[in-house]
């Protein structure tokens, strides 16, 4: 009787160490396992100069950086030359997205040429930069010997009321003005005149012509003979 008693209270005994109350009371707390999540970067160093964009401080050579075609044929046949000057608007990737003709070079298709070849150049090294603006100029200039190009006479030129021949001042401004490609004789007369780049009314381009034919030059010479000769003239508004 007394054995049975005692295997009674052993039975009661494991009854109340095998209870969820109990296992939770003794249970010891896991560590947390953390699982990173699938995909996810590990921290490393990132070079700062790849996140700070870079102040553009840089001389702009559109020369160089951009893939300019060679002089056009007809430019060299007629001797046009002059200078293409141009605002550009470099984006964040250091490339050309957009351009201005501040001053056109005289003629048409010396300023096509290089406006179709600059968009979309990496003007700047590859990286990030602050969008910035600038302006650069891309001289059309040829070698034929020394030549004295024709040069205006500007009294003989008819007077016009809406319009007038750019001087020096006009370099100052951003106005493109109206542009004529003029070619003259070996005695200095017009020969033609053409509009290269023209305004809104077509009353002022024809204006523009009007006094680009009256007008007289000094003829060009070459090693001392006179030559018919390409050049151009800027109007702008009175």
């Known amino acids: 009787m007394r054995q049975f008693s005692r295997a009674v209270l052993l039975w009661m005994l494991l ?44 001389k702009i050579d559109i020369a160089t950086a951009c893939a300019i075609p060679t002089y056009p044929e007809a430019a060299l046949r007629y ?25 056109s070079s005289g ?22 930069w602050v969008p910035s603006e600038t302006y650069t100029a891309y001289r059309w200039k040829f070698d034929q010997g020394y030549t004295s190009p024709a040069v205006l006479e500007a009294k003989t030129c008819k007077s016009s009321d809406k319009l007038r021949i750019a001087d020096d001042r006009d370099n100052k401004n951003n106005d493109a003005g109206i542009v004529v490609g003029i070619y003259t004789s ?32 000094m003829p060009a010479e070459r090693s001392g003979k006179r030559i018919r000769n390409a050049g151009s003239l800027r109007f702008v508004a009175k």
Not at 46 to 53: E, F, G, K, L, Q
Not at 107 to 128: F, H, S, Y
């Open 79 to 103: 001797g046009i030359q002059g200078d293409t000057v141009l605002k550009l608007m470099i984006d964040e990737s250091g490339k050309i997205k957009a351009f201005q003709l501040v001053r």
């Open 186 to 217: 070996e005695t200095g007369k017009v020969l033609d005149a053409k509009v290269q780049w023209g305004s809104d009314d077509e009353q002022l381009d024809q204006e523009s012509l009007r006094i680009a034919r009256s007008c007289e030059f």
């Open 15 to 58: 009854q109340t160490l095998m209870s969820p109350a109990a296992i939770a009371r003794d249970a010891v707390p896991a560590e947390p396992v953390v699982v990173p999540a699938s995909g996810a970067a590990s921290a490393t160093n990132v070079n700062a100069d790849s996140v700070t964009p870079k102040i553009n401080d840089m």
């Open 107 to 128: 003629w048409k298709m010396l300023d096509l040429t290089v406006m179709n070849a600059i968009i979309g150049c990496q003007i700047l090294p590859e990286g990030r």
